[in-house]
């Protein structure tokens, strides 16, 4: 056994509200659902669940609509044709991967930073100390 739940819906609506429980790792999204069309299913389980990976699965795509998921978040896009399961498992294993990947950078980021924000206050107290010093000359 790998280890893989699936819970399948056939809706945003739905999809958003077992998002919202416990337990979900990634999203495997198609882009035709009854109530979101193209990417708006993406932009809404971005606005709720912004750190949720979500590799987009479709049979009818466009290059533009897959440059469009892919800058909104998307980690993978593919063609449902001749999709087989152990590639969807290679594929999502992949965005697992990357998304890790992304969220450590935007960490380390913050850190960073952080970091720099806080030499800037050391800096500006240091310059407050000379300019003090300076006027007791």
Not at 38 to 55: G, L, N, S, T
Not at 76 to 90: E, M, N, Q
Not at 110 to 117: H, N, V
Request: proline residues 3%.
């Amino acid at each position: 056994s790998i280890g893989i739940t699936c819970d399948v819906v056939g809706t945003l609506a739905a999809a958003l509200d077992r998002l919202g429980k416990e337990g979900v790792s990634a999203v495997v999204l198609d882009l035709n659902l009854p109530d979101a069309h193209e990417h708006e299913a993406v932009a809404a389980i971005r606005d709720k669940f912004p750190k949720m990976p979500i590799v987009v699965v479709t049979g009818c795509g466009s290059e533009e609509i897959e440059g469009k998921v892919l800058e909104m978040g998307c980690q993978d896009y593919f063609p449902k044709d001749g999709l087989r399961g152990k590639d969807l498992i290679t594929r999502l294993r992949h965005a697992a991967i990357r998304h890790d990947v992304v969220l450590q950078v935007e960490e380390q980021f913050k850190q960073a930073l952080a970091g720099l924000e806080q030499h800037g206050e050391t800096l500006e107290k240091a310059q407050k100390l000379q300019e003090q010093w300076d006027k007791t000359k």
